[in-house]
């Protein structure tokens, strides 16, 4: 069975510092791995994916994550936090059958203060 | 614009009667799939369906139906719901090229409450 964490129920940084939010993950096989984001009232938005190829990974509104094999984890990052960063991230992790399902971690807010 | 369309974004309903919530796509995704949120648990897999007239069980099947008649929409049944299903409920979709490996999309939700 698959499975994810996200050690942190909450994450605060000041406006401009670097963010982290972390997150490590259990899967049989290839890894094929996820950022989303939920601001409050809102639907899950897609941040980031790894599937194959380079470790770090590059997505939206400046957000990237560095896929490391060997501790299996797969942690958010950003150079400088914005308050409109301020939600709830969840990281989730699918392996490569065709159920296609994907577990998702317990979810981390991060919270930017200005 | 692509989206994942749920209805009703908000239900309040009893207990035992009959609901159905709808989710449509416009992105002509064959993969749709439901998902339930709960505080401390993150989402949940409840039914997929790989494209139409193909559907399964995922995580926490019990005390809910699908069907997939359309590629389109992928509603999901409540036949006699039950407090314990008092939830968020997400529909997602997603494309079969580049052997199912895309992201999935995910609807605004549905906030379920059952008394």
């Known amino acids: 069975a698959q499975s994810v964490a996200q050690p942190e129920d909450q994450v605060n940084v000041a406006e401009g510092n670097p963010l982290t939010v972390k997150c490590t993950y259990s899967?049989?096989?290839?890894?094929?791995l996820f950022w989303y984001v939920q601001y409050p009232n809102r639907g899950l938005q897609f941040l980031l994916k790894?599937?194959?190829?380079?470790?770090l990974v590059k997505g939206s509104y400046g957000f990237e994550a560095e896929f490391n094999k060997s501790q299996t984890s797969f942690h958010l990052k950003k150079p400088s936090a914005l308050v409109s960063d301020s939600a709830l991230y969840f990281c989730?992790?699918?392996?490569?059958?065709?159920?296609?399902?994907?577990?998702f971690g317990s979810g981390t807010r991060l919270q930017v203060q200005p | 614009e692509a989206q994942v369309t749920q209805n009703p974004r908000y239900l309040i309903t009893v207990t035992g009667k009959k609901l159905t919530v709808t989710c449509s796509q416009n992105?002509?995704?064959?993969?749709m799939s439901w998902y339930r949120q709960d505080p401390g648990l993150g989402l949940r897999q409840i039914y997929y369906?790989?494209?139409?007239?193909?559907?399964d069980k995922g995580d926490v099947p019990e005390g809910y139906k699908v069907s997939r008649k359309e590629k389109r929409n992928f509603p999901l049944i409540l036949e006699s719901p039950s407090p314990n299903q008092t939830s968020l409920y997400f529909c997602?979709?997603?494309?079969?090229?580049?052997?199912?490996?895309?992201?999935?999309?995910f609807g605004p939700g549905t906030r379920l409450t059952v008394t």
């Open positions: 997602a979709s997603s494309a079969n090229r580049d052997r199912g490996r895309g992201e999935q999309y």
């Open positions: 369906s790989m494209n139409v007239e193909v559907t």
């Open positions: 790894y599937i194959t190829g380079d470790n």
């Open positions: 899967v049989s096989g290839n890894p094929y």
């Open positions: 989730a992790v699918r392996d490569d059958t065709g159920r296609r399902a994907l577990t």
């Open positions: 992105m002509n995704h064959e993969y």
